[in-house]
């Protein structure tokens, strides 16, 4: 357990020093946030896969993760990006396409059961 804990905190040291030493303007950071949505997507869509398969555990889907917990973590960290994508965009067919997004994202994140992720996505 202890040796998880150093894992996810080395993860996060790492993403916060990548982020403060690589993203000097928003056009830099524009790219990552996409890739952390892409990754959101993709695992909650095989997470919706394993739901309808019924090849969950304990009725909790994982997608391509380690664990539950790390699937309903990537969601909500990536919901937020189509959500603000919803709010301001400019054509009916982006908020569309947002709005989609956010709905893939929310499956996944509710499929993991993970109550972490629904109360940081709550109250976030």
Do not use: H
């Not at 952390?36 to 896969?49: D, P």
């Not at 959500?83 to 997004?101: C, E, M, N, P």
């Not at 994202?105 to 993970?114: A, D, P, T």
């Amino acid at each position: 357990p202890i040796y998880y804990g150093i894992y996810k905190l080395s993860q996060n040291a790492l993403l916060c020093f990548l982020l403060v030493n690589l993203a000097s303007s928003f056009r830099k950071l524009r790219q990552p946030l996409f890739v952390i949505v892409g990754m959101g997507v993709v695992n909650s869509v095989v997470a919706a896969i394993q739901v309808l398969t019924g090849t969950t555990v304990e009725a909790r889907s994982r997608g391509l993760l380690e664990n539950e917990n790390a699937l309903g973590e990537l969601t909500a960290v990536a919901i937020v990006v189509p959500f603000y994508f919803f709010l301001y965009a400019d054509r009916i067919w982006k908020r569309a396409a947002a709005l989609t997004l956010c709905g893939i994202l929310f499956f996944g994140m509710v499929s993991s059961i993970s109550r972490g992720a629904l109360l940081s996505f709550a109250f976030g």
